[in-house]
């Protein structure tokens, strides 16, 4: 398994952006699907952006592509969520999430599918 380490959460105004970090270790880390997902008071936990190592492929959730980018840096064994024009609805606390080697594209958005969780950030936007 991956261990991960959220940080870069806070309180931020509308229309505001932040970037959260997602520090791993172990040395599996660069042949891992890494995803984003969110969750916020009594709402399911919500698939954000996924970054695959093999051949660096990008998936985003409707609600938020245009809006964020995700992208990671295997020497730091970090990826990164870039968020900008955040709204009240992106209020969560976000997660990241790994899975050594490859994955289906049909089981990238679903959470279950991932081996290994980070402890969150909370994200709270603000009018």
């Known amino acids: 398994q991956v261990q991960l380490v959220e940080s870069g959460g806070g309180l931020v105004q509308a229309e505001g952006s932040l970037r959260l970090s997602c520090a791993a270790s172990?040395?599996?880390?660069?042949?891992?699907?890494v995803g984003w997902f969110r969750e916020a008071p009594g709402k399911e936990r919500e698939f954000v952006p996924a970054?695959?190592?093999?051949?660096?492929?990008?998936y985003y959730a409707d609600a938020v592509k245009g809006r964020v980018t995700i992208s990671r840096d295997n020497a730091k064994n970090t990826v990164y969520l870039q968020m900008n024009s955040l709204q009240p609805e992106d209020t969560a606390v976000y997660y990241c999430?790994?899975?050594?080697?490859?994955?289906?594209?049909?089981?990238?958005?679903?959470?279950?599918?991932?081996?290994?969780w980070g402890q969150g950030t909370q994200v709270t936007v603000s009018l």
């Open positions: 999430a790994a899975r050594i080697g490859l994955m289906r594209i049909n089981d990238i958005q679903i959470g279950s599918c991932y081996d290994s």
């Open positions: 172990g040395h599996t880390f660069n042949r891992s699907m």
């Open positions: 970054n695959s190592w093999v051949g660096r492929s990008t």
